[in-house]
């Protein structure tokens, strides 16, 4: 097991992490967890609502975003937090997940700051010495 899931980066105007995984869905589970992070404190969210999240690109690194991306989307519209993340199905090209949270509650949870979006700007994905790393950048 990886000895950290993520480690969130100092980027000026922009926040940025990596991510780590014993295979690539961890990875992309703990990209999705650091997200999360820089939006709120963890502890603080229960994993009481499940969502089932599909989504589909031309590449891996599309997928990456477009993953990222419906978590933010969701987040935003229908003003919920996540905590779990599960993925069931992961390919070059296709990923299926379910994710548990709950709705926003001022009087609970603490909005650190608004991430807007992932971006394509010095994504990586890549594997060393058998430990899967994303680094991914948010627009903030």
Not at 12 to 35: C, P, Q, R, S, W
Not at 96 to 103: D, F, L
């Amino acid at each position: 097991m990886v000895s950290k899931e993520f480690e969130l980066l100092d980027i000026t105007a922009d926040k940025g992490l990596i991510a780590y995984g014993d295979d690539l869905k961890e990875a992309f589970v703990n990209a999705a967890k650091g997200l999360l992070s820089i939006i709120t404190d963890l502890k603080l969210i229960k994993d009481l609502i499940p969502h089932r999240i599909e989504v589909r690109s031309k590449d891996l690194t599309g997928l990456l975003v477009c993953w990222l991306n419906e978590i933010i989307y969701l987040q935003e519209v229908d003003e919920m937090l996540y905590k779990r993340f599960e993925i069931k199905k992961l390919e070059k090209d296709y990923l299926e997940a379910e994710i548990w949270g709950e709705r926003f509650n001022p009087d609970k949870h603490l909005i650190k700051g608004a991430v807007k979006a992932a971006t394509y700007h010095q994504v990586e994905i890549k594997e060393e010495k058998e430990i899967w790393k994303i680094k991914v950048i948010f627009d903030v």
